[in-house]
Nanobody, 124 residues
């Protein structure tokens, strides 16, 4: 059972930046593909970015392409999401997700393990 804990959320002004972290309990973290999703109030959970087990391949939603960078440190069993040029549409609860290495997926049902989420609020 993989346990995931997100951190790094908070209140940030429009145009600001945040780095989210997702710490995993699983010692075989390096065998999992990872992803970030987000969910705004009243909306469905949406894909943000994904990274493969080794970090050699990444995939971004159009909404964050050019503003977001997903990365991972397998030695620390941690994944990151650096988000720049934040705007009100980025306000949401951000979740990290994991699944056994297969291929990069962008749909929530493709992932088996989820964190509890961290709130990101962008204010003007």
């Amino acid at each position: 059972q993989v346990q995931l804990v997100e951190s790094g959320g908070g209140l940030v002004q429009t145009g600001g930046s945040l780095r989210l972290s997702c710490a995993a309990s699983e010692r075989t973290f390096s065998t999992y593909d990872m992803a970030w999703f987000r969910q705004a109030p009243g909306k469905e959970r949406e894909f943000v970015a994904a990274i493969n087990w080794s970090g050699s391949s990444t995939y971004y939603a159009d909404s964050v392409k050019g503003r977001g960078t997903i990365s991972r440190d397998n030695a620390k069993k941690t994944m990151y999401l650096q988000m720049n040029s934040l705007n009100a549409e980025d306000t949401a609860v951000y979740y990290c997700a994991a699944r056994r290495a297969y291929s990069l997926g962008s749909r929530p049902y493709e992932y088996d393990y989820w964190g509890q989420g961290t709130q990101v609020t962008v204010s003007s």
